[in-house]
């Protein structure tokens, strides 16, 4: 069985530090790039960072870029975001993501950790 399942949220204060774990099971995980996703109230869905699965190869959203860093530890089937200084807009609800682009298209979702952010 498939699992994905985040935790680490809660509430932090602003320029304070959060980091969230996202723990999987049920399928390789070395072989998936893994992503943290957000979404806020009445915003859609938006990528926050992604981690490539051999290279490692990190992207981030320009909001987030200096203050939060991802990172997998492919022997504990975990991927990892740390939130340094984090602002009031940065208050949603984060899910982790895992997907395989070759042979086949494989995509699997957590289904979220809270986190709020207070000024």
């Known amino acids: 069985q498939v699992q994905l399942v985040e935790s680490g949220g809660g509430l932090v204060q602003s320029g304070g530090s959060l980091r969230l774990s996202c723990a999987a099971s049920?399928?390789?995980?070395?072989?998936?790039?893994m992503s943290w996703y957000r979404q806020a109230p009445g915003k859609d869905r938006e990528l926050v960072a992604a981690?490539?699965?051999?290279?490692?190869?990190?992207n981030y959203a320009d909001a987030v870029k200096g203050r939060f860093t991802i990172s997998r530890d492919n022997a504990k089937n975990t991927v990892y975001l740390q939130m340094n200084s984090p602002k009031a807009e940065d208050t949603a609800v984060y899910c982790c993501?895992?997907?395989?682009?070759?042979?086949?298209?494989?995509?699997?979702w957590g289904q979220g950790t809270q986190v709020t952010v207070s000024s």
């Open positions: 049920g399928f390789a995980f070395s072989s998936y790039t």
């Open positions: 993501s895992g997907v395989l682009t070759w042979p086949s298209r494989r995509e699997y």
């Open positions: 981690i490539t699965s051999i290279r490692g190869t990190i």
